[in-house]
């Protein structure tokens, strides 16, 4: 690693009102070397201590914002070096929720549409009711697109159409657009979405990484200025956790009560769909903090072929954020393309 004194020089003589951290940060990125940040940080600060006191004193009038700036780099020296014994750089995954802007706090909650499988009747009185309500924000929480064709289950070939399931996943999208041209659309990935991920890891891993062949870029998600959210990423509404719903595993959820299972491992307000069922559960703590769990049913045919026998039943939810995080939900079930 080449260090440069002049570098060292630049940050001690930088006198814009920035932390010691950010002027080291911003000459870091500044200079070409192969020293990580943390590495060129230490070398700075033991280059300081060893030449500090052959740096002049500057006299000057001292301001109040100076004093706070002063302390802050006196707290930044206290804080441990996040890797003081220098081992090797981690590729460890930051784990945090995706949090909606206070301003998308209006929201129309859509899940489980299975495109080329969905309900047209079904998914119309959704659409119709987040037009009629004046909805700023369309979420849809998982399981767009089917992709039957690249399933790891046994197929009937006659249904195997790969490029129309992704074709008509796409019209839809493009359809959303136009029926809320100034809304923002998020689009979280569900465990029905990753089998394209799945699809080319094991049959096309060269192609893992291009731009061109990820989900996002074949569905036209950027074109349509529609925000991805990956898959298992939480996503953070107010003071309310959405999953899809596959996060926990399949072994879960209650077999009565699919929101109690959400809530038995979620611990805290939360709504899902995945379960293709509308259900709720509150309950109160020791303490009396009142938790409540939504699962949200589906948009898509009630009757696959793989489970034509069992409880699944349409709808969606309205989710309204306010100022102080709190939330409201309005968990709605459709029957025979009728809001109940």
Known sequence: MKNSVQNYRN????????SQNKKIEEEWENIETGATLDSFKRAFLAWKKKNFHKEPVKKARIKPQAIVNAFEEIINELIPESNPLGLPDSR??????????????????????????????ALTAALKYGLENEV?????????????????????????????????????????RRLFPTQAIYFKAGNHDIRWDHYLINNASDLVGIEEFSLESILHLKQLNITFIPDKQLVQMGKLIAVHGHE??????????????????????AICGHHHQTSEHTEPNING????????????????????????????????????????????????????
């Open 92 to 121: 460890e995954n930051k784990y945090s929720p995706y949090k909606f802007p206070t301003n998308h706090n209006d929201i129309l909650f859509l899940t489980d549409i299975h495109v080329p499988y969905h309900n047209i009747p």
């Open 136 to 176: 700023n924000t369309i979420y849809i929480n998982g399981d767009l697109i089917d992709f039957y064709a690249i399933s790891r289950f046994q197929k009937d070939p006659r249904k195997r159409d790969l490029a129309t399931e992704i074709y008509m996943a796409r019209d839809f999208l493009y359809t959303l």
């Open 248 to 269: 926990f595993g399949s072994s879960m959820f209650s077999p009565v009560n699919i929101a109690r299972g959400l809530y038995l491992r979620a611990k805290d307000n």
């Open 289 to 340: 903090k009142v938790t409540t769990c939504w699962s949200v049913a589906c948009l898509s045919e009630l009757h696959p072929d793989y489970m034509p026998i069992n409880k699944f039943t349409h709808g969606f939810a309205h989710v309204k954020v306010f100022d102080n995080e709190e939330f409201e939900v309005s968990n709605y079930r459709i029957v025979n393309g009728k809001i109940k």
């Open 11 to 18: 940050i001690l003589n930088d006198t814009r009102d920035l």
